[in-house]
Every structure is written in C-alpha cells, then in structure tokens.
C-alpha cells in the first residue's frame, strides 16, 4: 500500500530555513509527480509546491515562490521541500503528497510534520 512518512519539521525562529523529507513506498515513485501541501489552523489546505516524475518541471505557489525549493531523489524514494525565509505565515502542518497518474487512481497524502515559525 501507499505510504508516505514525512520527517523535518520543527521549531524554527522568523528568517530561518527548515529541510523537510518524504519518503515514499507502495507504488513506483518515479512513475508520479508529487507535491508538498500545507494545512494552517483555520484555513484550507494548500499545494504549495509540486513537482513532475521526472524532477524537471516544479511548480509554487505564490505565497511561497522564490523561498521554498522542491526536488526528488527516485534512486531513494524521496521528496524533499527546502524552506527559507519562513515567516510565521508559514506555521502549517505540511503532508508530502504523491498526485494520481491515472484518471482511476487516488491522490495520497502522509500524516504530515508539523513547521512553527515563531520568535
């Protein structure tokens, strides 16, 4: 079965950066493009970085653009999301997350790891 297990989030003061790593097992990791979404309290949750099957296409959203880096290792199974410049905006649960490929599949999120941004 699919299973994505997140690791890296922490406790990080305003300005600073934080590594995140999903990695990923059930199904063949380089056949799907995969995404990093966030869930803020009291706010819907959002695709914040996404990222092709073979690592040349990435994707942000606006809010993060710029100071996050997305990137794959599918020798390892693994996504990875560089954070930098994290404000307290960026406080979220973050859940790696592998997109369907095929109309009949399903999209997978992990439980998530928690990212505070506080001073």
């Known amino acids: 079965q699919v299973q994505l297990v997140e690791s890296g989030g922490g406790l990080v003061q305003p300005g600073g950066s934080l590594r995140l790593s999903c990695e990923a097992s059930?199904?063949?990791?380089?056949?799907?493009?995969m995404a990093w979404d966030r869930q803020a309290p009291g706010k819907e949750r959002e695709l914040v970085a996404s990222i092709s099957a073979t690592g040349r296409t990435m994707n942000y959203a606006d809010s993060v653009n710029g100071r996050f880096t997305i990137t794959r290792d599918n020798a390892k199974n693994r996504v990875f999301l560089q954070m930098n410049s994290l404000t307290p905006e960026d406080t979220a649960v973050y859940l790696c997350?592998?997109?369907?490929?095929?109309?009949?599949?399903?999209?997978?999120w992990g439980q998530g790891t928690a990212v505070t941004v506080s001073s």
């Open positions: 997350h592998r997109v369907k490929k095929y109309r009949w599949q399903d999209d997978y």
């Open positions: 059930g199904f063949p990791f380089g056949d799907h493009d």
